[in-house]
């Protein structure tokens, strides 16, 4: 089983950042088998489609080779351009299968998990220059590899051709006694055989080796346990980050709701368990807001606030576990306690009202009537 350089096994399947970061950096499967089955076979099957074209192109191109011109008899430094301008038109003949050809090298990368272009692969990389890695290649597993892969490529290709030259003997016996356009047709036809069967067998080694290199390509980036761990870290974050991050938030967070404390118009208390501090303003909200709210110790740090500021009380030991329940920060109270949040704060203008002098006597809250659990019907208190 494959191990890093720490000796741990690589046993994970790789992730996929890790499989498109191979990618960014040019590592891909690829069968180098599969690449010479498809240009060869596509050339095959160009020749036989294409054969009576290229046929009647290369007689006309075989006649104008062979009747020159008498002119460049007497002017034999004509014979060079002359020369270029064959060899043009050989390539233009022959260009439909080079175009067949051309395009069948596109098809072994795009079988094997499609095109991929990268810069980086492009870049030198003097580690492959390295005498050892090369040695290792050659004598170590991938060298036993291809070893066998060379000697099933021969046996194929000699057992393919081997058959085809045995069944085709008595074809061949038979050429000397037929014309010349017969034999060259019986010949051709032989020929066409001869290749149909070597491109039969570098598909079938293709088609043994496309499989291992995809299987190879994936065993190679196995990750360990370690590796993957780290990944994860990588992309969620290092928990301990994280929570130092939501520690950052909530202290924000509590800063913020602190600087609300004192413009709220009233801090509804349990007596010392519970606070929360209610802002009401009829012109540009529906009901009270809840700007703070919270527990022991929170809450005796918005009960201290809010005295330092004058910010009214008011002890409702029911109505302050319910608003902390179900009431949620920069968010209107919930429409069953508009009642008992509307006698707390009928109380709180009263108590202004005295405190500026416009009341003749201080005001009482009586009891704030209120169901703390509907659902129960039963309060819960501290």
């Known amino acids: 089983m494959a191990e890093n350089e720490d000796g741990q096994e690589k046993t994970e399947q790789p992730t996929a950042k890790r499989l498109n970061k191979a990618r960014e950096d040019g590592n891909i499967a690829r069968s180098r088998e599969l690449s010479t089955a498809a240009v060869f076979g596509a050339g095959v099957m160009a020749l036989m489609v294409l054969g009576p074209m290229l046929g009647r192109g290369a007689q006309g191109w075989m006649r104008g080779a062979l009747s020159p011109e008498p002119l ?41 998990g499609g095109l991929n272009v990268a810069s980086k692969s492009l870049v030198p990389n003097l580690k492959r220059l390295n ?27 000699g ?36 290749l149909l069967a070597g491109a039969a067998a570098l598909l079938l080694l293709a088609a043994i080796d496309a499989p291992y290199q995809k299987w ?49 118009d009233v801090i509804v208390v349990n007596p010392t368990h519970y606070a929360v501090a209610l802002k009401y303003d009829g012109g540009s909200m529906r009901a009270p807001r809840v700007v703070a709210k919270g527990v022991d110790e929170v809450a005796f740090r918005i009960r201290e606030l809010g005295e330092r500021h004058r910010v009214a009380v008011v002890s409702a030991p029911p109505l ?49 009537p209120m169901d703390e659990f509907p659902d129960v019907g039963r309060g819960e208190g501290r």
């Not at 064959?86 to 022959?94: R, S």
């Not at 290649?137 to 046996?155: H, M, T, W």
Request: proline content about 6%.
């Open 320 to 368: 302050a576990r319910a608003l902390y329940r179900e009431g949620e920060l920069g968010k209107e109270i919930p429409v069953r306690l508009y009642a008992a949040v509307a006698q707390v704060l009928s109380y709180v203008y009263q108590l202004r009202a005295w405190r500026a002098g416009v009341a003749p006597a201080l005001p009482q809250l009586g009891p704030v």
């Open 159 to 194: 057992t393919a051709t081997g058959l085809t030259l045995v069944h085709g003997m008595d074809v061949l016996r038979a050429m000397p006694n037929q014309g010349v356009e017969q034999a060259a047709q019986t010949g051709l036809y032989f020929a066409s055989r001869l």
């Open 216 to 264: 190879n390509w994936k065993r190679k980036l196995k990750m360990t346990r370690q590796e993957v761990r780290e990944e994860m870290k990588e992309s969620e974050g290092n928990p301990q980050v994280k929570g130092k991050i939501r520690q950052m938030q909530m202290q924000l967070s509590q800063r913020r709701m602190m600087e609300a404390v004192p413009t709220a």
């Open 72 to 112: 460049l008899l007497e002017t034999p430094e004509r014979l060079f351009g002359h020369m270029g301008m064959l060899l043009l038109k050989l390539m233009v003949v022959m260009l439909p299968v080079l175009a067949v050809c051309l395009l069948a090298t596109f098809a072994a990368p795009l079988i094997m």
């Open 131 to 157: 005498p050892m890695s090369g040695l290792k290649r050659i004598y170590g597993p991938e060298g036993l590899a291809e070893l066998a892969k060379s000697l099933l490529r021969v046996a194929l290709l």
